[in-house]
């Protein structure tokens, strides 16, 4: 168990630009996993007026440390240039999304038992969607969120602070509401440079009988499934339950429940209690015997570096074989995650002119980055009735897949994850 005192503990505020140790345990064992090349931020979506002007790409490495098992990049791009006042992201734009955050909601106040008006915050609540969720359990609730999407949620009349968090924030919050029962942070927490500010605003905010709960993507079925395209400039590390074990033992918190999950590809749920006297469940030593047998070993890495370039090709090469028959396949969808795929991969509009999302998107009318694909209503689609289309956000086919079928679409659908296939939809 590592040490508590904070005089022994590593440095958790990871320095900007590139890292050499591990950004949970200090370790300077780290391994290559996947260097995805130099690439534009993801959500630096671009105007027309942009396009012939300079872009700014970063090194996009994956590394992995034999210590704690976290895997990590080894280059962090300035927080205020990755979330920027065009931030184009929205929850409560997908209607997936906004029922699993429900499902959550009701998951967690079923889980702690938490009472009616109980303190809810939770930490990027972008528009405010989960929150919204406690709200309509009696739940008092406070956001905090430092992109421009703070304004929606102040809009659904949710207390929001627009700020990034730390302990001024956690301590504004305390002031004003009182302590956090709950304070939650959903695929939020693996994006912060900062993260001993963060648990330091933990420590203040979280009640004494309180719990932060998190979730984010998990490394094993990242690795199993060759999601590779989930490495982006966001996402400073993609977290085994080791590591996350391994950075609460630094401080006064201890993991006591975790929960593996499907959303995204595969999420990991993680209930870390305030103080060192709550016995973890079963679900913590089970997961990290688990973990063990797989994520200590360096052929596992190896595996996943050399079958994410082939899938890389292979799509590459169906791509252009499409477009060479006068039929280029079209894209469906543009999270972040597909700028991390069409641009390793070097997918421009010749193989893929344009690329669709949903009418209420906020990146309607911009371009990707990087390969300049433009993004337009998919109304297109039904409209054109292209041969073929890729569904970019793969972790939601299903759905996707029928709602374009409800519709009128005909095309033939595939998903280029875990494997480029066709669906039978």
């Not at 008006?117 to 008092?140: E, K, Y």
């Not at 499934?225 to 982006?232: E, G, L």
């Not at 006068?326 to 070097?346: D, E, K, Q, W, Y």
Request: aromatic fraction near 8%.
């Amino acid at each position: 168990m590592p040490a508590t005192s904070s005089s022994d503990r590593p440095r958790h505020n990871i320095p900007l630009g590139r890292v050499t140790a591990c950004q949970v345990c200090g370790s300077p064992e780290l391994h290559e996993v996947l260097d995805l090349g130099c690439q534009p931020l993801c959500d630096s979506l671009l105007t027309a007026e942009q396009l012939s002007e300079p872009e700014t790409f970063y090194p996009l490495r994956q590394m992995w440390c034999s210590n704690c098992t976290l895997s990590q990049l080894d280059y962090v791009v300035p927080g205020d240039v990755v979330y920027h006042n065009s931030y184009p992201y929205r929850t409560g734009v997908t209607r997936e999304l906004v029922e699993y955050q429900e499902q959550l909601a009701a998951s967690i106040i079923s889980q702690l038992r938490l009472p009616e008006d109980s303190l809810v915050v939770d930490i990027g609540c972008n528009d405010a969607t989960l929150l919204q969720h406690f709200r309509n359990s009696s739940m008092r609730v406070v956001g905090v969120e430092p992109t421009n999407i703070a304004e929606y949620a102040t809009a659904a009349g949710v207390d929001v602070l627009n700020c990034f968090f730390d302990r001024e924030a956690a301590r504004q919050i305390v002031e004003s509401h009182g302590h956090a029962r709950v304070v939650t942070a959903t695929n939020v927490f693996a994006h912060m440079a900062s993260i001993g500010d963060v648990i330091d605003g933990l420590e203040t905010l979280v009640a004494d009988d309180g719990y932060f709960v998190l979730e984010n993507h998990y490394l094993v079925p990242v690795m199993e499934r060759m999601q590779f395209d989930t490495i982006y400039h966001e996402h400073l590390r993609t977290y085994s339950l080791k590591s996350l074990v391994t950075l609460f033992g630094y401080y006064d918190f201890q993991v006591v429940r975790a929960e593996k999950v499907s959303r995204y590809g595969g999420n990991i749920r993680v209930y870390v209690a305030k103080g060192k006297h709550r016995t973890p469940d079963a679900t913590v030593s089970e997961i990290l015997a688990e973990e063990e047998k797989t994520l200590t070993n360096p052929s596992y890495y190896e595996r996943f570096r050399r079958e994410s370039i082939r899938l890389k090709n292979e799509l590459l090469k169906f791509l252009i074989a499409e477009a060479d028959r006068g039929h280029p396949v079209i894209g469906n969808s543009c999270p972040g995650r597909c700028s991390t795929l069409l641009n390793f991969a070097g997918v421009g509009p010749d193989l893929m002119p344009f690329l669709c999302e949903q009418p209420t998107s906020l990146k309607l009318g911009l371009y990707l980055p990087g390969q300049h694909l433009p993004i337009v209503n998919n109304q297109r689609l039904i409209e054109e009735q292209p041969e073929s289309v890729l569904l970019l956000a793969w972790h939601y086919a299903e759905p996707i897949a029928r709602q374009l079928r409800e519709r009128g679409l005909r095309s033939k659908l595939y998903v280029p994850m875990p494997s480029l296939q066709r669906l039978d939809i």
